[in-house]
């Protein structure tokens, strides 16, 4: 592809969205203590997406509600230059007595933003997540893949229109797609780069789906296991597809060394 | 570059169409309530039936198995001279307001021993120990501590249902999904928001459930303080009309007074908690055996 945009016209002058410096973070005290993670640097540019990787219990989870503000670190610091982060979570976790227009509001709501204003901007974050016909449906009413739309729509609104716009957006996601069948989670990956492209968010998003990770990210991280620390960080942004594949090759390849080191120990 | 969105937009469109559950075709309204009324009414003219057979054998002394049609006859005259609507209207009005007034010591009750770990190793034990406790046993004590006053009907209907009600709100506040208030906290939630626009909602199904059975309770414990704490004084409501049957060895107007008691609690379970229920579950998509 060269048709690409120039990248530095899109992203603000700020030097990084997030930045984390020595981040340790362990759960209990003492010599029952686990170390989720043991010394994580990361910095992500404005408007960067980036996919961390690893297997289970590598922390991934962790880092990103370090992040989120869900949990603080045990040392070092997280500096996070960005208006509030939208998040996404591996299931939807909508409010089922809400219908989902009701969701999409609810930050809007809590943030006391107007009652009109708080209707147009739902409108216009149900088209951009192309629901605008199910607003007035429940959760239950809705298939996975609408459930995960619809709680895109809500953690963008809660992003985008409750602080001020001078900070950069960041958008968090925590494995969004994995509870999806394969072509659900195809056409979403699609509408989130769209959707990122269209913020110009920075984007962080958790997975262990190397396939997806080098597709969705402009750069993948790995991250080892137990405790987790950064191993190796991939450029994947605009790969041609004999590249792309030959990337996911290369990655699947590492993210195996690191696994099987632990059947040793 | 657009066409390929169009044509994402289009399998999305497909995908939605396809994977959004259906709904299922709700069956007549005439072939529901049928549904309903239907089976208990059978069952109700068998049991008629049973009875009247069992008294026309004449194995007891009418004294103990009176004839369908006497108890009818002692219903139907009271209902004609308005008493029935006089104890009714005693009774009600005292579980009413009893139920109000235990929902609001319940509500604040149970969120905080729901919250606050303190108060929930405190007295959580003791709250789930009382709802075991039969509310007759306050009785005594209520009728020494405040004699034979209206005052000893609402405690005796208080310890029976506050401790109900404010279990139901803990099992439904322990019920909601860990996900929920995160979501909360990442959307910009403070704690009182959190509370009043996650938590409460949230929890409401349980709460309801624990309202229910306040509800039984509160009914239950009033009947027994007014059949044990019978006087002129407080007026005669359902208990004291049974009672009344009981001291003449009235055996129709005791049965009369049981069909009674049964008709309110089973009236207002259906008429106010049924409906409630059946609309919060069915928002949530829960729908219930309803």
């Not at chain 1, 509030?84 to 509001?105: D, G, H, I, K, S």
């Not at chain 1, 997806?212 to 405790?227: F, H, I, W």
Request: hydrophobic residues 50%; proline residues 6%.
């Amino acid at each position: 592809m060269t048709a690409t945009l120039d990248e530095s016209t899109v992203r603000p002058a700020t030097d990084s969205a997030v930045r984390l410096s020595g981040v340790h973070k362990t759960f209990g005290q003492g010599e029952r203590g686990v170390t989720a993670l043991a010394g994580v640097d990361l910095d992500v540019a404005p408007g960067e997406f980036v996919c961390l990787l690893g297997a289970s219990g590598c922390g991934k989870t962790t880092l990103l509600n370090l992040v989120a503000g869900l949990e603080k670190p045990t040392a070092g610091e997280i500096e996070r230059n960005s208006s509030r982060p939208a998040v996404m979570f591996q299931e939807a976790a909508l409010m089922p007595w809400l219908t989902a227009a009701a969701n999409v509001e609810l930050p809007l709501r809590l943030a006391g933003i107007s009652r009109s204003e708080r209707k147009n901007r739902t409108i216009e974050l149900l088209d951009l997540v192309r629901l605008s016909g199910v607003g007035g449906k429940r959760p239950h009413e809705l298939s996975g893949g609408m459930r995960q739309r619809v709680a895109l729509a809500r953690a963008l609104a809660s992003a985008l229109h409750t602080s001020d716009g001078s900070l950069p957006s960041l958008l968090l996601m925590d494995e969004p797609f994995s509870a999806l069948d394969a072509i659900t989670r195809d056409v979403l990956q699609a509408e989130l780069v769209r959707v990122w492209r269209s913020t110009g968010a920075a984007a962080v998003f958790v997975t262990h789906d190397v396939r997806e990770a080098v597709r969705l990210g402009q750069r993948v991280v790995l991250l080892s296991s137990r405790p987790g620390r950064v191993v190796q960080e991939w450029q994947v942004a605009d790969l041609s597809p004999a590249d792309e594949a030959e990337t996911v090759t290369v990655i699947n390849q590492r993210l195996r060394e690191v696994i099987s080191s632990h059947a040793a120990a | 570059m657009p066409r390929l969105d169009d044509l994402d937009a289009a399998v999305e469109a497909g995908l939605d169409a396809l994977d959004a559950p259906r709904e299922r075709a709700a069956h007549g309204r005439l072939r529901r309530v049928l549904w309903a009324v239907l089976p208990p009414v059978a069952f109700l003219v068998v049991v008629i039936a049973i009875w009247q057979a069992l008294w026309a054998a004449a194995f007891w002394p009418e004294y103990q198995l009176p004839a369908p049609i006497a108890v009818w006859n002692e219903l139907w005259a009271r209902i004609a001279d308005g008493q029935a609507f006089g104890f009714i209207w005693t009774s009600v009005h005292r579980a009413v307001l009893g139920f109000l007034i235990a929902i609001v010591i319940a509500t604040p009750l149970g969120l905080a021993v729901a919250k606050i770990r303190l108060i929930r190793s405190a007295i959580g034990p003791f709250l789930s120990g009382l709802q075991s406790l039969p509310s007759v046993a306050w009785v005594p004590a209520a009728v020494l501590w405040f004699g034979i006053t209206p005052t000893t009907m609402y405690a005796v209907l208080l310890l029976g249902s506050v401790p109900s009600i404010a279990n139901g709100l803990v099992a439904g506040i322990d019920q909601v999904p860990p996900i929920l208030p995160r979501v909360g906290k990442v959307l910009g939630a403070g704690r009182l928001q959190a509370s009043w626009h996650i938590l409460l909602p949230a929890a409401l199904p349980g709460y309801l459930a624990g309202l229910k059975q306040g509800w039984a309770f509160s009914w239950r414990s009033l009947m027994a303080a007014e059949i044990i704490a019978a006087s002129p004084l407080l007026g005669k409501g359902l208990g004291a009309y049974l009672d009344d049957g009981r001291t003449l060895s009235d055996i129709p107007t005791v049965i009369s007074a049981i069909i009674l008691i049964l008709l309110v609690g089973v009236g207002i379970e259906l008429l106010v908690f049924r409906p409630l229920e059946r609309q919060v579950l069915r928002t949530r998509g829960l729908s219930g055996t309803a």
